[in-house]
């Protein structure tokens, strides 16, 4: 692929688009449809540019940023929660009843929502690269 | 309790994991099938068999018997033990997968490309395996001294040689096979008997002043005390005595013991009336090593629990027999779906020990006193319903309890081999993997002889204390992080894990006495974990010129989605 001077091409260094309604998928066609002729984002991750860099960095700040938001509901979930026990000393019924039964299924959703979010950036990334 | 079912329960678990393991033997060939299965094992298979290793006996004992002596504040460690996974799936599953590596020292070749950090990661490798291991071990010791009255170190023999047995005959394949089957088996075995215990319960009136505190004595009930012990009284008790308390003999004499602690002599035999409250034994005064964890607890209660949050939660990323199973995956999307299977998993079957703790508090209280607390789930099913029922119940539990000790340690045992193999003994390949194995059983073994009532939750709360405070730096800045350097990370994982160590080993061997250093040193995670993350960052900042070359690319292959890279790499 021959070298070009940067400047001239038509790069728009974002991360993959959050969301995929057909109208955003519609747009982002039209804007990457080798607008400079050679424009193959795929082609820059292969051969390592700096550019392929970029893609690459977008991608892991995307799923850093889902895994960040994830884990402060999870703080936000359980760090109050000792304090909130030791505050109470007599409530040892809810204390039983909080850590020994009701925590497990917020950490599966908690999970779950993270997988969907992780896969949709993955999906996203893929189709922004594959000039889809 | 009545072992002519038990036994042949126990030998049942023992044959049926060998002859699983046999099956999984015919299918190993290759060295790739003996170290990660060759990466073809699915969710659904590949979960159960996460789960089936990762709920040990700290899980299927220890917990139950932690709640039993110490109140709900110990249910932290099944919430730990499960948002571990949490972490694990938001900051390192699918990189770690794609990384492509066999183990944690593989990783650390992989991403630092510097020999003498991956010799060092292997070295903590070992270091935890062990930790890890030896708890396993005495839990099954006890679980058969509990059943038959065994000498201590017959049950961990036991587990040893089969665990051995399976692990170097088949290597990972078989063990997955092993352990799914295993996580099925005791998820059974602590259901079923929940159940009947429930309905004993409500059959009983449901009381329900297990969550009260104290404990008290439901039914007249004589204690023998196995280790000498102080009891610390907040108001007179009455109880009749054979045995020597205060330094003076006794013989079937009642007694009205005042206010105070009383020192009681090995072998006492108490007898409390119904409704006595349950005495509480003083922790300082008994050996092992809970004891010096429970006064850690007693002076700075807030900061022992959050450091036990903190080591749970970023401890599990870390723990070598965990992590060795992400890399038999097919593909990172894959290694996400195993964890949320795998939280839903172990969440399911967390939520049964502290029923067992809550029972344990009203039908078998004066465990708080003989120092058996880990062997409550064992006991509930004869004590409460009794006959052959209680008996067959009781086989049931005393079954799946073995599979925890050994699902748990041939777990370990693979990474800890792994390791040593690659690493320390001179050549590669499957007989000297065979010989790994030997190795990274012995040593536990002789451990678990030499340092007697290790409680198994405690010794593998330090465990996680240790791999939170040097994996976790290490795979978290290594997956996310692109300026981490070979000296950052080798000085981070000395300082971090390296501390956590000499505070567990100084707990251990409880060297600081009392006060708050001890309970600083008891708990290290809360400041060994910032500790290893803060010089690995600061470390790798100062030597900016050690960053390797191929970084970027590296990071790449972490990141991108298979359907990339399987054309882009070669």
Known sequence: MPHQDPAERRVVVTGPPRRTLPHARLRSRGRYLHASGYYRPRTEIDEQTTLGHTYVRSLMRSQLRAGLAVFAVLGLLIGPLPLLFEAMPDAHRLEWAVLGFCLYAPLVLLALWYVRRAERNERDFVRLVEDR | MNSSYAVPAV??????????????LRISRTTSDFYVASRTVGPRLNAAAISGEYLSAASFLGIAGLVLVQGPDMLWYPVGYTAGYLVLLLFVAAPLRRSGAYTLPDFAEARLGSPGVRRLAGAFVVGVGWLYLLPQLQGAGLTLTVLTGAPDSLGGLIVAVVVVATVAAGGMRSITFVQAFQYWLKLTALLVPALFLAVAWQGDGSPSHAFEEPATFR???????????????????????????????????????????????????????????????????????????????????????????????????????????????????????TTVAVLGLIGAFYLLPPLYGALGRLYTPELVLTGDADAAVLLLPDRMIGGVGGDLLGALVAGGAFAAFLSTASGLTMAVAGVLTQDVLPSRGVRHFRLGTVLAMAVPLAGSVLVAGLPVADAVGLAFAVSASSFCPLLVLGIWWRRLTPPGAAAGMLTGGGSAFVAVAATMADVPGTGPVHALLAWPALWSVPLGFLTMVLVSLATPSRVPAGTEAI?????????????VKT
């Open chain 2, 11 to 24: 030998a049942l678990v023992v044959v049926a994991t060998v002859l699983v393991g046999a099956f999984g």
């Open chain 2, 219 to 337: 039914e007249q009930r004589v204690v023998r005390v196995d280790d000498s012990l102080d009891l610390k009284l907040a108001g007179p008790l009455t109880v009749t005595v054979t045995g020597t308390v205060d330094g003076r003999a006794h013989d079937d004499q009642r007694l009205r013991l005042p206010a105070g602690t009383h020192h009681i002599a090995k072998g006492t035999r108490l007898s409390f009336a119904k409704g006595t409250a349950v005495p509480s034994a003083d922790p300082g005064t008994t050996d092992g090593i809970s004891t010096s964890l429970a006064t850690g607890r007693q002076e700075l209660p807030l900061y022992a629990t959050y450091g036990l949050i903190l080591a749970t939660f970023l401890g599990t990323m870390g723990l070598p027999h965990v992590v060795v199973r992400f890399y038999t995956s097919p593909h990172g999307v894959a290694a996400r779906r």
């Open chain 2, 555 to 567: 990071l790449a292959r972490f990141h991108l989605p298979e359907e990339l890279r399987t054309e």
